[in-house]
């Protein structure tokens, strides 16, 4: 018989434009079986009720832009993959503490650490799996020219490097051969790359047309990471199905994106606090420093245009991103115009279309799977309640509890 779970406190659906105030959620084994109102809920006399002071209960949140390398994390103990990894298992606790139930994942540890949380070795969110980063050599990816791209290509975490369509096609089907359920590629420079500009364009017209062919063909889509404008414009125009950062987005990308039902991922947190960050190389440092503004109007723009906004971070619990305050991410989208209510759609519902399972998670509602967070305080007042992990006080993944802090009380 499965054990029955109860919370009590305000929801936040992720579907309604208002909350219930005195709502209450009932869980039977890993589903949601009921979520509304207190007053019209039969609550089973074996349950397990919880609530908080103060409490609102919402979907688990969704980073649709994650690394998952352990790379620059805080708890890094060495520099083997090995040690990463390790690494890595440790970032993903830190994750769910702060609410995160799902993530699209983009390193070659993806595979691996989705089939562990699966299995139930380790703990952590749901991930969708992308492999690694696709990139001309020269380009975003090209971390360090001092080696042969072959030999970057079987050791690099993040990226890995394609020129020409023959080395497109062996390129993404690697991918898929790691595990990857979509493809990323590089569509244009980036801030963070030594090499190469935001403004440049990396892919060919060749080039983009094999590796969206390619992932098509695998029934899935191909996300570009996009800053300068020109990169944006071609690969949307060659047929990417998402956006990620669209830092330089002017009208003509946002009505492509428009009549094709083009998603734009956000990292906004990163965008708008680059310039401000500690210890940034001086080649970043000088290309952040016109990052903020643009990416502000561009965000703007894509709200007059309607286009269908989730929330990414790019965060690495670095000590500039740690994945403590990942909730920022939910204030910085509201600092471009949009509502708190938009903004948890963002990190809800948008990013579990994102991942394909909106059927599934995304929502609190009865027959989906108990991804959840219980936060004090109400987040449509104050966006900042889902800034900090310590006000994440419980957090059900299937219907498991992952986190519970001892501000919750059990009982009635």
Known sequence: MNEVKVLLGRIIDSVAEKPVENGAVIIEGEKIVYAGPRENAALPANAAVYTCENATILPGFIDAHAHLTGTESVHRSGETPYDLLLTVVRDLSDLVD???????????????????????????PRIMVGGRVLSISSGHCDFDVTRPVAQCNREDLTGFMMDGPEDCYRGVRQQFREGAEFIKICATGGVSSAIDDYNDQEFSEEELKVIIGEAKRHNTYVTAHCTGTAGTKAALKAGIGCVEHGVMLDEECCQI????????VTTLSVA????????????MLRKAKGIKEAAMRSFRLARQYGITVALGTDYSNSPNTPYSEIGREFYSLTRCGYTPMEAIRAGTINGARLMRREGEIGTVEAGKLADLVMVQGDPLSDILTLACADNVKMVLIGGTIQKEMPEVQYGL
Not at 98 to 124: H, P, Q, W, Y
Not at 257 to 264: A, F, G, H, R
């Open 98 to 124: 702060a609410g995160v139930t799902g993530v699209r994942d983009m390193s070659a540890f993806g595979r691996a650490l989705r089939d562990a949380i699966g299995k139930g070795n380790i703990k952590g």
């Open 257 to 264: 994106m428009k009549e094709n039902s083009v998603p734009l």
């Open 272 to 283: 708008l606090g680059l310039a401000d960050m500690k210890d940034l190389p001086p080649h």
